[in-house]
Structures are given as C-alpha cells and as structure tokens.
C-alpha cells in the first residue's frame, strides 16, 4: 500500500498560518502537522525523527515546510535542516516565510513582464520598496537586487532602520545594490520616489504608505505595485483588481498592479512548490529562488 503523503510545519511563531496548512492540503498532502514555537536548536533533532522514521525508498512521502514571519530565520532553520541530514536519510524542504517567497517571486515575475512589453529589464534601474522590515519586503528587494535592479528599502521609522537591514541582507546574499532610504516624512518619501522606475507597497496591510500626489511626483514611473489586501490602499489609487491599469498619473505610461493578480499568481507558484516536493524521486531543497524560477516560467519572462 502507498504510503500516506505527510508535510510538518515549522514556524517558530505561536501559530501555524491556517493558509499553509489549506495550500499543503491542496496540492495533495494526506496529513498536515503543524510544529509551533520552534526554535532554531530545536531542528535537528525534528529533522531526524523525521528522515529516520521512514524507509529509505519511503522518503519522498514526507515534507517540511518552514514557516514563520522572518526571512532570516528561516533561511537559517532552512540550512540546519538541510545540514541534520545524512545520506541517504533525507525528506524535501520548503522555506516560504509568511508566503514572502512565492509572493514576491509572482511581484518581480509580473513587473518584468510588464518592463519586457517596453524592451526594458531591472538592470541598473531603480526600485523602491516600502515596507522594508517584512518578510514580503525583503523578499521582494533580494530579488530585485539579484536581477541587478538599484533597490532602495524604505522604513516608515527612520532612515537607520532602512540601511540597518539593506546593510544586513547585503552582507548576507553579497549585494552592492541595496540601499535603505527614510520614508517618515513626506520630503523623505519623495526623495526616495526620484528616478525609480518601479514602485511596491509591501508594508503591513491596512495602511497607506503613499498618497496620490506622492506617486505622481515619480516622473519616470513605470511600474506601481500595491500588496494591500485590506482598505485603505497602500498605493493611493490602485484597486485590487489592476492588472496593468493605466495609472494615469504624470507620465501617459505608468502601470498598476494591485492584491489580486500577484495572489492568482502567488498561489500557482507555492501550489507547484508544493508539487514539486510531492513529485520528486529525491529529496529537493526550495526557497526563493526556486519559487522565482517557477513564476518566471509561468510568465515566460526570462530571469
């Protein structure tokens, strides 16, 4: 008899996301077992219990997902996981904190295919992130900067907030693109909107980031992305539904992408994630890069 498809999740919050537990349910996981409060110290030992609970040949059946709120975290949990392994003794991993991943994979995907219609591309361009202590943002600004975009990631606290992490992910992932910029004050927002090219709203849901005049004050506007599921907009002026709207601001060319394409796009991407360790004879190790791979495929936008 096949043996039941089992997925544990990890995440070190208080609870599991009721939306990884449906998406996991969804693409075919028999049983979902949430893991919560997990510390880092504590993977190994969950790892092993894991591969060595199952016949070698048994393997593929069984699937971590880590979770939680932040990009470093995971990321680390990612590489102990990865590291408590022992060969042939090994299960498929997934990193997609708070969805961050996939979601920012479906944003970058969606504004190179809409540069693409121009014959443009990031390189060398300017892109502006707000909201830069989440997950989704940072995220979002990684892979910006790893298609060689200029990223700016602004706090609405301070400027040293911003550079703190623009310098911390920097070391980590090896950019010299990342840079943090003030977003407190409208003069330090408007600074910060100069030159760019493409604008994303990626901070908490629920609140307004920019006005409608703010962003019409970006001359050379290509792009504005809004992740804001929740009123008030976060980008004045974009709805949820825009999918390349014509923002009609002081260029005749700008675009608008609001909550609901980048999540129809989001839930293909983790949906085939999930897929991909379902699928898979070996155990595969996931994380933005290969969810990023998938929503380019899925565009066909070369990365």
Do not use: W
Request: aromatic letters at 6%; a neutral charge; glycine letters at 4%.
């Amino acid at each position: 008899m096949e043996k039941r498809r089992i997925l544990h999740i990890f995440t070190p919050e208080k609870h599991a996301s009721p939306f990884e537990v449906n998406m996991a349910v969804d693409a075919g996981y028999d049983v979902v077992v949430p893991y919560t409060q997990v510390a880092l110290n504590d993977i190994t030992a969950l790892i092993q219990d894991a591969i060595f609970s199952r016949r070698v040949e048994d393997s593929r059946y069984t699937g971590i997902f880590i979770g939680g709120k932040d990009v470093a975290v995971a990321q680390q949990m990612l590489s102990q996981a990865k590291q408590a392994m022992y060969h042939p003794f090994a299960v498929s991993l997934l990193a997609d904190p708070s969805e961050a991943f996939s979601t920012a994979a479906a944003i970058i995907a969606l504004v190179m295919q809409q540069l693409e219609k121009s014959s443009q591309n990031l390189s060398q361009q300017k892109v502006v992130i707000f909201g830069s202590t989440s997950a989704l943002g940072i995220s979002t600004a990684l892979l910006a900067a790893k298609q060689q975009a200029n990223v700016t990631v602004v706090s609405h606290r301070s400027y040293e907030t911003a550079q703190t992490i623009a310098d911390a992910y920097s070391a980590r992932y090896r950019l010299k693109n990342l840079m943090g910029a003030d977003g407190s004050t409208v003069e330090t927002r408007l600074r910060a909107l100069e030159n760019a090219i493409v604008v994303i709203n990626a901070a908490k849901t629920g609140t307004l980031v920019l006005k409608r005049d703010e962003l019409t004050t970006a001359q050379y506007l290509r792009v504005a992305v809004d992740t804001n599921a929740i009123p008030p907009a976060g980008i004045a002026g974009i709805t949820l539904k825009d999918n390349a709207q014509l923002l009609g601001i002081a260029n005749d060319y700008a675009v608008s992408f609001g909550a609901v394409p980048i999540r129809e796009l989001k839930y293909k991407i983790q949906h085939q994630l999930f897929q991909q360790m379902l699928s898979t004879e070996q155990s595969v190790c996931l994380d933005f890069h290969n969810a990023f791979e998938i929503a380019c495929r899925l565009l066909g936008v070369q990365p």
